[in-house]
């Protein structure tokens, strides 16, 4: 079975800290995702790579890097933290045709 | 912005009744269509998926009709169940933006018994 892991699961930090999410995926899969996920917006897309060393930008990018250094590793780093970066995000990969997108269960950050 | 638009935000039914949640889209050019949904304190899954080939898809209690035309797409649940009560995403993607999938604001069931 499809297996995506994220670490760590809960993190807090002060505004203007460095935060880096991880994600890791057992899947063989060359597509990883990272959104975020806030009440009345749904899950949007931050980041996403479609192999090692690959990385495309998603559609709120904004205050977000991300580095995609093998086919199993994908991390999210916010270099400089904000309040409205508090969030749940998660992780996912799939297939090339990206049919079927498998998630992690989550980080939870909150930013003070 | 492309935008997939859903509702309700919200909808409550009783048991054994039918659920219908709603989507449409802005992009024509899009031809994947799949409902995640997402249970508390767990993360999103694929429920049902459709594509522009066919204007409908069952899989047991859940069906997906889809309008090209008026570029709607809806999620049936056949004879709710209180274990149906999750929030419900729909979503939509291209061949062009292979596997980016643009997302719905999501609505939550309640379903009681």
């Known amino acids: 079975e499809a297996a995506v892991t994220q670490s760590p699961r809960n993190k807090v930090t002060v505004t203007g800290g460095n935060v880096t999410l991880s994600c890791r995926q057992t899947n063989s899969h060359n597509y990883m995702y990272w959104y975020r996920q806030d009440t009345g917006h749904g899950l949007r897309l931050i980041h996403y790579s479609y192999g090692a060393g690959n990385l495309q930008i998603g559609d709120v990018p904004d205050g977000y890097k991300a580095t995609r250094t093998t086919q199993e590793d994908f991390f999210l780093l916010l270099e400089l933290a904000s309040p409205s970066q508090t969030s749940l995000y998660f992780c996912?990969?799939?297939?090339?045709?990206?049919?079927?997108?498998?998630f992690g269960p989550g980080t939870r950050l909150t930013v003070l | 912005q492309q935008q997939v638009r859903q509702s309700p935000q919200s909808l409550t039914v009783w048991e054994g009744e039918t659920a219908i949640l709603n989507c449409s889209y802005e992009d024509s050019t899009f031809d994947y269509f799949p409902w995640y949904h997402q249970f508390p304190g767990e993360s999103p899954a694929l429920l049902i998926a459709?594509?522009?080939?066919?204007n409908k898809k069952e899989d047991g209690r859940f069906t997906i009709f889809f309008n090209k035309r008026e570029k709607k797409f809806s999620l049936h649940i056949a004879d709710s169940q209180p274990g149906d009560s999750a929030t419900y995403f729909c979503a939509a993607s291209k061949g062009g933006n292979q596997g980016k999938l643009i997302f719905g604001q999501g609505t939550k069931l309640s379903i009681k018994p």
């Open positions: 996912a990969s799939s297939d090339p045709d990206g049919a079927e997108q498998f």
């Open positions: 459709i594509r522009p080939v066919s």
